[in-house]
């Protein structure tokens, strides 16, 4: 078993230093093996999912995602709650004695306990908020979750701030695969909507079991409430935050499911999903490595600034082409891939794509967070959070799916960009080192866009089969990008692809 921290069993441990542990001197390569590691799952878990999205799609209905969805609102809510803001207290403090881990514990597995006791109590007013029944029994059984998170907090912070991210990788995909598996057994079966109740239960279970096992430290029974006040300040400015950042992203599910139907719910929580997919699996590989790394050079500003250029570089080049591709060829991806049935996807797809470009180089909440700048991001992210809600409730008057589509995409760009330039200068990071670090990828990702539509648009009245032609598009649209990334003249991004190609002969594997 792999064990994080030195005398974590040791009746004499007295606490984590996360300077110790990783060590300054190594942290570059820690990165690096971060990015290795981290890449290899969210790539790897971006593909797996797709599939696992293709095969429950052609099982089920965009009734069954929309039902799933109305609770899944209520239900990443409460897991929010349940940490109540110390996971990221554990990760950004550089010193923790076992008293205050052991607090936090059981103060967790309590919060996780009474939050299923009160979403059993809630569950008939959630059926009757959406005038819809089945939602009650799927909120009961999903909030179940509450306790799988409680329970697992702790050692996935200790986890993450020691940067061994192979044991992530490792949790991650035992939980995605057996509950991906779970929900397409149930829904070969007949289970309908269950099916993904299912899966949204096994996963985090068996995360939570991989958690302890990868994990050397064990809580005592213990718990002082004077051993949670250095990390409260932080943990409650931060909880506030992920509770405002939640709102930011589930409130447009909430309305909709509301003052729409299931239906059309469905339509817009697959729509996003696929939005999601290359932000969250390719600049959350970046993202979620630099966060912890930000947070042990967090007094040294130069380096920061040279880790926040790389990181935009590195996300945008990923992400960018990723996503203007998909808008281009959205039409024929959607018939081909998921069936007649989500014709509609197609064209919220493409409304949400600008939000999606916005969220993918977001790192400005990693880079205050690292800094101890929690009130900051919690007071920016519930300004956020108000826009967005006022802006969907007018949009939602029109009755129009593609209208608040449109809306979320221009709410989150009018209000995050600022909001990232800002926090840049934080760092002294100015306006232009953040289009210099973004300018690559946005012209190249969109030259190659328009080229794809352009052929999109020609092979339509040929007698290619969809399959064929979308096969062409992707193929052509990847060299086309690929060349001008090889041939684009700017000095840092040479930079980087000279870095990539010595790591990739240096190491020749992920490390072990």
């Not at 007295?14 to 799952?41: I, P, S, Y």
């Not at 930011?248 to 817009?268: P, V």
């Not at 470009?357 to 108000?386: M, P, W």
Request: proline letters at 4%.
């Amino acid at each position: 078993m792999t064990k994080l921290f030195k005398g974590h069993r040791d009746p004499d441990f007295r606490g984590v230093d996360a300077e110790h542990e990783v060590g300054v001197a190594n942290l570059k390569q820690k990165a690096l093996e971060g990015f290795g590691w981290t890449g290899l799952n969210r790539i790897g878990k971006q593909v797996v999912q797709f599939g696992i999205s293709i095969v429950l799609a052609r099982l089920l209905f965009p009734r069954d995602y929309g039902l799933v969805g109305m609770a899944a609102v209520f239900i990443g809510l409460g897991r929010i709650l349940a940490d109540l803001g110390f996971g990221g207290a554990v990760v950004q403090k550089k010193e923790l004695t076992q008293i205050q881990l052991s607090s936090v514990f059981w103060l967790n597995v309590v919060t996780g306990v009474v939050l299923w006791g009160i979403a059993c109590l809630s569950a008939p007013w959630l059926a009757r908020f959406y005038s819809t029944p089945e939602v009650g029994p799927i909120f009961i059984v999903s909030s179940l979750s509450f306790v799988f998170a409680t329970a697992s907090a702790v050692p996935r912070a200790l986890i993450y701030k020691a940067l061994r991210f192979r044991e992530t990788f490792l949790l991650d995909w035992g939980g995605m695969i057996l509950g991906g598996a779970s929900s397409i057994g149930a829904a070969a079966a007949g289970l309908g909507y269950w099916s993904l109740v299912i899966g949204n239960l096994v996963s985090p279970l068996v995360a939570t079991v991989l958690a302890w096992r990868f994990c050397g430290w064990r809580p005592k029974l213990a718990f002082e409430l004077s051993a949670l006040r250095d990390i409260a300040g932080f943990g409650s400015y931060y909880l506030g935050f992920q509770l405002f950042r939640y709102l930011t992203g589930n409130i447009d599910y909430l309305i909709i499911g509301k003052f729409l139907s299931a239906t059309e719910l469905g339509l817009y929580t697959m729509a996003f999903r696929l939005i999601e997919i290359p932000r969250s699996q390719l600049s959350g590989v970046i993202l979620s490595v630099m966060y912890p790394v930000f947070a042990i050079v967090q007094d040294d500003e130069p380096r920061t600034q040279r880790g926040l250029q790389k990181t935009l570089l590195g996300v945008s080049l990923l992400v960018f082409p990723i996503l203007f591709g998909l808008a281009a060829v959205a039409p024929q991806f959607i018939g081909v891939v998921y069936g007649p049935k989500w014709s509609g996807v197609s064209v919220l797809l493409r409304a949400l794509t600008p939000a999606g470009l916005v969220y993918s180089v977001e790192a400005a909440t990693a880079v205050l967070l690292s800094r101890g700048k929690a009130k900051a991001v919690f007071l920016v992210t519930a300004g956020r959070t108000a826009a967005l809600l006022v802006s969907l409730l007018i949009g939602i008057q029109t009755g129009s799916l593609l209208v608040v589509a449109v809306v979320v995409s221009c709410v989150v760009a009018i209000t995050g960009i600022p909001y990232q330039l800002w926090a840049y200068q934080q760092v002294g990071f100015g306006i232009k080192d953040f289009g210099h670090s973004l300018t690559p990828a946005l012209v190249l990702s969109s030259l190659m866009a328009v080229a794809v539509y352009g052929m999109s648009f020609t092979l339509s009245f040929t007698a290619l089969r969809s399959v064929g032609a979308l096969g062409l598009e992707v193929l052509i649209g990847a060299m086309l990008y690929g060349a001008g990334l090889m041939a684009w003249p700017w000095e840092p991004l040479r930079e980087l692809r000279r870095s990539a190609l010595r790591d990739v002969r240096r190491r020749g594997r992920f490390p072990n």
